[in-house]
């Protein structure tokens, strides 16, 4: 069933196709890193842009943004300076010249020795921590300060809450260690010169992390500006960034089993690695940002505007060895995630089955953690497409009435397996759209006519499903083969890249070469005719999550490609006998989760933290701000005492499963523990239901 011709790979934090595209592009050996940059994006991106006045005004609000996301360090004066570089930065570039960058790197370079004075000096003495005095985080900060004088004047305050925050989390610790062991309380001075001093600590590395980058980090730092521009999956990557791109947090070393991203300053998770360290323990999650390493019980090292290189390094270690990651997640809430490194066990991230027993109906369930595929071995290496079927085999021979294809945070993979697995599920006809970026539209379907499995199918996603995810459950939604149940709606993410050397051998900034770009090169649609890109694939049954009130997915990302709409591609819907029940089983689903008070409970929980995201004022007066948090730990307490109480079913392992490792009882236990993530799923349980009426 596989089809060959199609080997690219789409996932949502990075996409790779096995075809490494050379430019066209002429470079004689004067030509800068910026025009050889510019001429492969105006050469290969789905979407070039022109570099004109229009573009210099992106890319100067761009880097300044990029410098100074939260608003610390440049002011409104500053701009005074800088505004004269607003409409020549296309003209820079021609000419390979870094002049805008450059003065703005030297504000911020001088910003930072005066500012290290001011934080040092205020943190030198004990802050009030009686007074009336508040600091508002906001998710996004607009207004730069408009002098030196007021930005010190927040800096004062941003200090204040750094420390009012460790100085009430030490107490905090300090009154468990005292119920737990008995012991003597340290005093309020010592707390509160520890606070200060991590305080201190902390803007201090943070400010060297700054004065590190060197003229190379500087120069990938201004090239990826200039490439953001184009879509936020359009990146640049010298030489050893390219390296570690293909080796970092891959499950193929001794560490997390993380992909990490530079996201604004923050070490971004963009996924976890199925079978992974961070995957068994549970807690690290994609979107996470992390702040803070610690080496077991070490001091933790904060790795907010690091370099990723140095994050990652910090990360890596020998398997067996505890790393402890302080994450700040998608609500602005702060966690301790500690993780035992170890080596990915590759079996735990391939395609696997169970059977849900549920007031006699007999459901399967397969749980597809990516759209894996290995090329390796002339073509001869595992591929998800083929797992499925011989899946989907085992749970018709164990006498399934229906299926469900579990694809939540499945971030995508093979194009050619998300085309070969919809092919198991109906006869022949169109899987996807593809169109080039001169306008031509391919339409590669199954070409099979036999179907694997011809019963009623359900399909779980979120809205970390992305790519070959919403290929899929957007084509069996289009033929009215399945039924989506999920998230409002999935990642949003309907393009692909490839990576495409820069020509040019090296230079005395690049000794090694240039490096590469990863270019956007095709977007996809669906068989309906509208692209994935941006609005994902929203499902027939919405299922309420905490997170629906805050920004996920692509359009959480700037410069993203806008949706659109192709001609529809020739495609008869799937008419089977319980294609009638569909409409129905959503009234019905629809109906039990408006009358769920759990699900209300999450609604509520959602626009709680939705707000709190976007904007909260914390008091610095120590006693309420201590009350502030002591009541988001009450109303967290009450969603967690509220939390979902499954119904009466009973999920298995396959008896062919066990069989195969018989004697083995790691191998054995293995083929159990992954079914515990679905002991309390109240998603599961809904699609259950779904289930059951379609079986009717």
Same mark, same amino acid.
């Given at each position: 069933?596989?089809?060959?011709?199609?080997?690219?790979?789409?996932?949502?934090?990075? #996409? &790779?196709?096995?075809?490494?595209?050379?430019?066209?592009?002429?470079?004689?050996?004067?030509? %800068?890193? &910026?025009?050889?940059?510019?001429?492969?994006?105006?050469?290969?991106?789905?979407?070039?842009?022109?570099?004109?006045?229009?573009?210099?005004?992106?890319?100067?609000?761009?880097?300044?943004?990029?410098?100074?996301?939260?608003?610390?360090?440049?002011?409104?004066?500053?701009?005074?300076?800088?505004?004269?570089?607003?409409? %020549?930065?296309?003209?820079?570039?021609?000419?390979?010249?870094?002049?805008?960058? $450059? %003065?703005?790197?030297?504000?911020?370079?001088?910003?930072?020795?005066?500012?290290?004075?001011?934080?040092?000096?205020?943190?030198?003495?004990?802050?009030?921590?009686?007074?009336?005095?508040?600091?508002?985080?906001?998710?996004?900060?607009?207004?730069?300060?408009?002098?030196?004088?007021?930005?010190? =004047?927040?800096?004062?305050?941003?200090?204040?809450?750094?420390?009012?925050?460790?100085?009430?989390?030490?107490?905090?610790?300090?009154?468990?260690?005292?119920?737990? *062991?008995?012991?003597?309380?340290?005093?309020?001075?010592?707390?509160?010169?520890?606070?200060?001093?991590?305080?201190?600590?902390?803007?201090?590395?943070?400010?060297?992390?700054?004065?590190?980058?060197?003229?190379?980090?500087?120069?990938?730092?201004?090239?990826? @500006?200039?490439?953001?521009?184009?879509?936020?999956?359009?990146?640049?990557?010298?030489?050893? !960034?390219?390296?570690?791109?293909?080796?970092?947090?891959?499950?193929?070393?001794?560490?997390?089993?993380?992909?990490?991203?530079?996201? !604004?300053?923050?070490?971004?998770?963009?996924?976890?690695?199925?079978?992974?360290?961070?995957?068994?323990?549970?807690?690290?999650?994609?979107?996470?940002?992390? /702040?803070?390493? @610690?080496?077991? @019980? *070490?001091?933790?090292? $904060?790795?907010?505007?690091?370099? +990723?290189?140095?994050?990652?390094?910090?990360?890596?270690?020998?398997?067996?060895?505890?790393?402890?990651?302080? #994450?700040?997640?998608?609500?602005?809430?702060?966690?301790?995630?500690?993780?035992?490194?170890?080596? #990915?066990?590759?079996?735990?991230?391939?395609?696997?089955?169970? /059977?849900?027993?549920?007031?006699?109906?007999?459901?399967?369930?397969?749980?597809?953690?990516?759209?894996?595929?290995?090329?390796?071995?002339?073509?001869?290496?595992?591929?998800?497409?083929?797992?499925?079927?011989?899946?989907?085999?085992?749970?018709?021979?164990?006498?399934?009435?229906?299926?469900?294809?579990?694809?939540?945070?499945?971030?995508?993979?093979?194009?050619?397996?998300?085309?070969?697995?919809?092919?198991?599920?109906?006869?022949?006809?169109?899987?996807?759209?593809?169109?080039?970026?001169?306008?031509?539209?391919?339409?590669?379907?199954?070409?099979?006519?036999?179907?694997?499995?011809?019963?009623?199918?359900?399909? +779980?996603?979120?809205?970390? %499903?992305?790519?070959?995810?919403?290929?899929?459950?957007?084509?069996?939604?289009?033929?009215?083969?399945?039924? /989506?149940?999920?998230?409002?709606?999935?990642?949003?993410?309907?393009?692909?890249?490839?990576?495409?050397?820069?020509?040019?051998?090296?230079?005395?900034?690049?000794?090694?070469?240039?490096?590469? +770009?990863?270019?956007?090169?095709?977007?996809?649609?669906?068989?309906?005719?509208?692209?994935?890109?941006?609005?994902?694939?929203?499902?027939? #049954?919405?299922?309420?999550?905490?997170?629906?009130?805050?920004?996920?997915?692509?359009?959480?990302?700037?410069?993203?490609?806008?949706?659109?709409?192709?001609?529809?591609?020739?495609?008869?819907?799937?008419?089977?006998?319980?294609?009638?029940?569909?409409?129905p089983a959503i009234q019905a689903a629809k109906s039990r989760i408006s009358e769920s008070e759990h699900f209300a409970n999450v609604q509520k929980r959602s626009k709680s933290l939705a707000a709190m995201r976007d904007s909260y004022t914390w008091s610095l007066?120590?006693?309420?701000?201590?009350?502030?948090?002591?009541?988001?730990?009450?109303?967290?307490?009450?969603?967690?005492?509220?939390?979902?109480?499954?119904?009466?079913?009973?999920?298995?392992?396959?008896?062919?499963?066990?069989?195969?490792?018989?004697? =083995?009882?790691?191998?054995?236990?293995?083929?159990?523990?992954? &079914?515990?993530?679905?002991?309390?799923? @109240?998603?599961? $349980?809904?699609?259950?239901?779904?289930?059951?009426?379609? +079986?009717?």
């Amino acid at each position: 069933m596989r089809i060959k011709s199609w080997i690219s790979f789409f996932t949502v934090g990075t #996409v &790779l196709t096995l075809l490494v595209f050379c430019s066209n592009k002429k470079f004689t050996a004067g030509d %800068s890193l &910026l025009l050889r940059v510019t001429g492969i994006l105006s050469e290969k991106h789905y979407a070039p842009v022109k570099i004109n006045d229009e573009f210099s005004k992106k890319l100067y609000d761009n880097v300044l943004e990029k410098l100074d996301d939260d608003k610390h360090f440049f002011t409104q004066e500053d701009f005074k300076k800088l505004e004269k570089y607003q409409y %020549s930065l296309d003209d820079q570039i021609k000419a390979g010249r870094y002049d805008f960058f $450059d %003065s703005a790197w030297s504000i911020l370079m001088n910003r930072l020795t005066v500012l290290e004075k001011h934080f040092n000096t205020t943190l030198d003495k004990p802050f009030n921590y009686e007074g009336n005095a508040s600091y508002t985080v906001r998710e996004n900060t607009e207004k730069y300060q408009p002098n030196l004088k007021a930005l010190k =004047d927040d800096w004062s305050l941003w200090l204040q809450y750094q420390t009012v925050d460790r100085l009430y989390r030490k107490q905090e610790a300090a009154r468990n260690a005292k119920d737990s *062991a008995g012991s003597t309380a340290k005093p309020f001075d010592t707390l509160e010169t520890k606070a200060r001093q991590e305080t201190r600590k902390f803007c201090t590395d943070w400010f060297k992390r700054w004065r590190k980058m060197d003229k190379r980090d500087k120069i990938s730092f201004y090239v990826n @500006a200039i490439s953001e521009l184009y879509d936020p999956h359009t990146n640049y990557y010298p030489p050893e !960034d390219k390296a570690n791109f293909d080796i970092s947090m891959t499950g193929k070393l001794e560490g997390i089993g993380a992909t990490l991203s530079e996201r !604004d300053g923050y070490i971004k998770v963009e996924r976890i690695v199925p079978g992974s360290a961070s995957y068994r323990q549970g807690e690290l999650k994609a979107g996470d940002l992390i /702040i803070k390493v @610690a080496q077991g @019980a *070490a001091e933790p090292v $904060d790795v907010v505007d690091m370099k +990723l290189d140095d994050a990652i390094q910090l990360i890596r270690g020998k398997k067996g060895t505890e790393v402890r990651l302080t #994450v700040k997640k998608p609500d602005g809430s702060i966690k301790v995630i500690p993780i035992i490194r170890e080596v #990915v066990v590759i079996e735990e991230s391939y395609a696997r089955s169970a /059977i849900i027993d549920f007031e006699g109906k007999k459901i399967g369930i397969i749980q597809l953690p990516s759209f894996y595929a290995d090329f390796s071995e002339r073509g001869r290496g595992r591929h998800s497409s083929e797992d499925v079927y011989m899946e989907l085999l085992k749970l018709k021979e164990a006498g399934v009435e229906g299926v469900m294809l579990d694809l939540r945070n499945n971030g995508g993979g093979s194009l050619a397996d998300a085309i070969d697995m919809g092919g198991l599920f109906i006869k022949d006809g169109p899987i996807v759209q593809v169109r080039e970026p001169r306008g031509g539209v391919d339409a590669p379907g199954d070409p099979d006519p036999n179907i694997v499995y011809d019963g009623p199918l359900l399909i +779980l996603t979120n809205a970390y %499903s992305a790519s070959a995810s919403e290929i899929l459950a957007a084509a069996m939604q289009d033929y009215k083969r399945a039924l /989506i149940v999920g998230s409002k709606s999935t990642f949003g993410k309907g393009t692909v890249q490839t990576f495409i050397p820069i020509g040019g051998g090296s230079s005395t900034d690049f000794p090694k070469g240039y490096g590469q +770009l990863k270019v956007t090169i095709q977007k996809f649609y669906r068989i309906n005719g509208g692209t994935t890109q941006l609005n994902g694939v929203t499902p027939d #049954v919405i299922i309420p999550d905490i997170y629906d009130g805050i920004p996920q997915g692509e359009q959480e990302m700037k410069h993203h490609l806008a949706y659109d709409k192709i001609k529809p591609a020739a495609y008869k819907p799937f008419n089977a006998s319980f294609s009638g029940r569909f409409a129905p089983a959503i009234q019905a689903a629809k109906s039990r989760i408006s009358e769920s008070e759990h699900f209300a409970n999450v609604q509520k929980r959602s626009k709680s933290l939705a707000a709190m995201r976007d904007s909260y004022t914390w008091s610095l007066n120590l006693k309420k701000y201590a009350g502030q948090q002591n009541a988001l730990k009450e109303e967290e307490k009450q969603y967690s005492d509220s939390a979902y109480k499954p119904m009466d079913r009973k999920i298995e392992p396959l008896a062919a499963d066990l069989a195969e490792v018989k004697g =083995d009882a790691t191998r054995e236990a293995q083929r159990k523990e992954w &079914l515990k993530m679905y002991a309390k799923d @109240a998603w599961l $349980d809904q699609s259950i239901l779904m289930m059951k009426d379609l +079986l009717k």
